[in-house]
């Protein structure tokens, strides 16, 4: 999927795949009946790199890149992360809030031309749950992402065996690649 193409969307689903030695994740747009549409990207991750980067395709062959983040350092509580094109082109990025995150993970968005987004999870006593329970790790969350108390897209994790995110962008403006970036990264990195 083209980007103009896809700044159209305003909701996708992100599933992860279950692999061994990588993490994978489909971006798929939503149908008008509610379902998994077309493929918009798909994400890959290595694990266990000593440096976080992902890499997001046009599709699974993995033979057109899209976009791409990656941290600026290699060990950071607090790491922020380059968000680019294809091309290498910044498109914006995002950092985790370590401090806020101790009880209830909290990320910064940021995109030129735009006021900064910060997004939290919703749910206090879930983010307690998720942390200090292990064996509750796997409890849904949801995460709204607002500038100056409106709302810029939320990011809902689905009940399930797999990983499954529903993502909703409410600010035509925010580029969606970088939605995109910080719905996997909320994956790829949350539990880091």
Same mark, same amino acid.
Request: hydrophobic share 40%; no cysteine; net charge positive.
């Given at each position: 999927m083209q980007p103009d193409n896809l700044q159209g969307q305003h909701q996708f689903h992100i599933r992860q795949r279950l692999r061994m030695m990588v993490n994978q994740y489909e971006v798929?747009?939503?149908?008008?009946?509610?379902?998994?549409?077309?493929?918009?990207? @798909?994400?890959?991750?290595?694990?266990?790199? @000593? =440096?976080?980067?992902? &890499?997001? *395709?046009?599709?699974?062959?993995?033979q057109?890149?899209?976009?791409?983040? =990656?941290?600026?350092?290699?060990?950071?509580?607090?790491?922020?992360?380059?968000?680019t094109d294809a091309a290498g082109n910044?498109?914006?990025? @995002?950092?985790?809030?370590?401090?806020?995150s101790l009880l209830r993970s909290t990320w910064h968005v940021e995109q030129g031309g735009l006021p900064q987004v910060t997004g939290q999870e919703r749910s206090m006593p879930v983010a307690l749950l998720r942390r200090f329970v292990d064996?509750?790790?796997?409890?849904? *969350?949801?995460?709204?992402?607002?500038?100056?108390?409106?709302?810029? @897209? &939320?990011?809902?994790? =689905?009940?399930?065996?797999?990983?499954? *995110?529903?993502?909703?962008?409410q600010d035509p403006q925010i580029d969606r690649r970088l939605v995109i970036a910080m719905a996997v990264a909320l994956d790829a990195l949350q539990a880091r």
């Open positions: 798929r747009a939503v149908s008008p009946d509610g379902t998994e549409g077309e493929l918009l990207a @798909f994400a890959q991750q290595k694990r266990l790199a @000593f =440096k976080e980067q992902v &890499t997001i *395709y046009t599709d699974d062959s993995k057109q890149p899209l976009l791409g983040f =990656k941290a600026r350092q290699r060990i950071d509580l607090g790491a922020t992360y380059d968000v910044p498109i914006g990025l @995002f950092r985790k809030d370590f401090a806020q064996s509750l790790s796997w409890l849904p *969350y949801h995460f709204d992402f607002t500038a100056g108390g409106q709302p810029v @897209f &939320t990011v809902v994790k =689905k009940w399930g065996l797999r990983d499954k *995110y529903v993502v909703e962008v």
